[in-house]
């Protein structure tokens, strides 16, 4: 499917993720109106706005993960590379599998480091056997800066890592079975400020490969991180633009207060 | 455009605090330097010598609140993390204050020569020095006033009329080499009514930072493009 692209959207980057008029309703409740943007491949994107502007639900459009929500309803679409993510015949299974997620708090499973890795590989039979498993998971906690500290304990549990380690090794998760866009929601908002900075060294490099969404509250860290931003505010998205341009002269006075801290 | 700042106070009550007091402070420095310039520009006129030590001792007011508008922007930048208008706005004190300083050292430089040539005698170009002198304060005046209201139709419109004080420039450069042709025994007093005229020529060139500043505060580009110039070649203007 061919959209317009969209003016003030991702300029010169091939457009990974589309989405046109999207609204979502909770029951009564209108939680995202009529957004629509251009999400760059290998790139980072980040949204802002306060808590409640729906910032969050509409990076759970993005991988259905609205679908488990009892009474969640998406109108509109999104596309991933063209094809609608939400037509019938896409199993959001397979879909997750090319839109991996990191969440807020890390979760890994009750498993070994190994484990917790290999999980998204085997379910989609995505090696052949234990060698190319084997390298499979190394590349991953390559990939998400673990590996040299957990090489040799890999049979250990993932719980037993400490909140900055276990949050890679969810991101080493995320990226083992190679998804093209990686959506993170407020990934470093439970981490100290050194396995914040490690996060972020991680995105970065990321980037080249990947597709990165990330939802932060903390502004400095949408700046840091970021190619593009946009700015949420109660279920609209209010302004898109160049992170650089967004924190020195955005055009709208709402993304101006909520950036500079005049309202919450 | 004007009037940019945000409707709304910030949630932290003591970051308004903290950016009133920053703008309290350029808002001093530029009342201070716009006075020491028509003090120093009078007491030339008058040949007052009294008053142009006085205007000389006044400079150093202007150095201390440069460095307390330095500290004040640091501390800032420092503990808040200053975004868009916000930012801007501190960029620009800091940038003000450095060239406000740089102006009460040109007007105590006048002030200091007007000791020198009050011993001369009235002199024929004194005319011609006060017309610049009183244009350049005029153009420092309305570019403060466009950074203190956020106008930034008017820190345009000080940013293109420079032109006319380089024009006074050149104009007063020929006459000063003329006098000084006809009577050699006036190259010492037209030395010092060069540099004069120099010393408000850069006046003319800081006020027009000033309305820059005004501009991008307000409007969050800087001003670009090719000011319009007014010196021939045969005037530097370095």
């Known amino acids: ?264 | 455009m004007t009037g940019s700042d945000p409707k709304s106070a910030h949630i932290v009550s003591s970051y308004d605090e903290d950016l009133a007091a920053l703008q309290a402070r350029v808002a001093e420095m530029g009342g201070l330097a716009e006075a020491m310039l028509a003090d120093a520009i009078e007491a030339l006129r008058k040949r007052d010598v009294e008053r142009c030590r006085e205007v000389v001792a006044r400079d150093k007011r202007l150095d201390e609140l440069e460095a307390e508008i330095e500290a004040r922007a640091i501390r800032i930048i420092a503990l808040r993390a200053p975004v868009a208008f916000d930012l801007r706005l501190v960029v620009a004190c800091m940038r003000m204050s450095s060239t406000l300083e740089r102006v009460g050292d040109l007007a105590k430089n006048v002030a200091k020569r007007g000791i020198d040539l009050a011993a001369a005698g009235p002199l024929p170009m004194m005319g011609s020095i006060a017309r610049m002198g009183e244009a350049a304060r005029r153009q420092l005046s309305e570019a403060l006033d466009a950074f203190v209201s956020r106008d930034s139709e008017l820190a345009l419109s000080v940013w293109r009329r420079d032109v006319e004080i380089d024009e006074l420039y050149e104009s007063l450069f020929r006459e000063v080499v003329t006098y000084m042709m006809e009577d050699p025994r006036t190259i010492t007093l037209g030395s010092h009514c060069m540099f004069i005229a120099k010393n408000l020529e850069r006046v003319g060139d800081h006020a027009t930072h000033v309305a820059e500043l005004a501009y991008y505060v307000v409007e969050g580009e800087p001003l670009d493009g090719e000011r319009p110039r007014g010196t021939a070649s045969d005037a530097p203007t370095g």
């Open chain 1, 1 to 264: 499917m061919i959209l317009p692209r969209l003016q003030d959207a991702a300029d010169n980057a091939e457009v990974k993720v589309s989405a046109r008029n999207v609204n979502v309703f909770y029951g009564q409740t209108h939680a995202i109106k009529d957004v629509s943007l251009d999400i760059a491949d290998k790139s980072v994107t980040a949204f802002i706005g306060p808590s409640g502007c729906g910032k969050s639900t509409f990076l759970r459009c993005i991988n259905r993960m609205n679908d488990t929500i009892e009474g969640c309803r998406v109108t509109g679409t999104l596309l991933l590379d063209g094809e609608d993510i939400y037509a019938p015949a896409v199993d959001p299974v397979q879909l997750r599998a090319r839109v991996g997620m990191v969440f807020q708090k890390p979760n890994p499973f009750p498993k070994s480091i190994y484990d917790n890795v290999a999980y998204g590989p085997r379910i989609h039979g995505l090696a052949a056997g234990k060698a190319e498993l084997d390298a499979i998971v190394e590349e991953a906690l390559r990939k998400a800066a673990l590996w040299n500290e957990v090489k040799d304990r890999l049979d250990a549990p993932g719980t037993g890592l400490s909140g900055g380690q276990q949050q890679r090794l969810c991101i080493a998760r995320a990226i083992a079975t190679q998804p093209e866009v990686l959506l993170m929601d407020e990934p470093c908002s439970a981490l100290d400020p050194i396995a914040t900075a490690q996060i972020e060294e991680l995105i970065e490099e990321l980037r080249e490969g990947f597709s990165v969404v990330i939802v932060t509250h903390s502004m400095q860290q949408a700046a840091r991180v970021s190619q593009k931003t946009a700015f949420f505010h109660m279920g609209t998205m209010v302004e898109y633009d160049d992170t650089t341009r967004i924190f020195t002269n955005p055009s709208d006075q709402r993304t101006q207060d909520y950036i500079t801290g005049r309202f919450g």
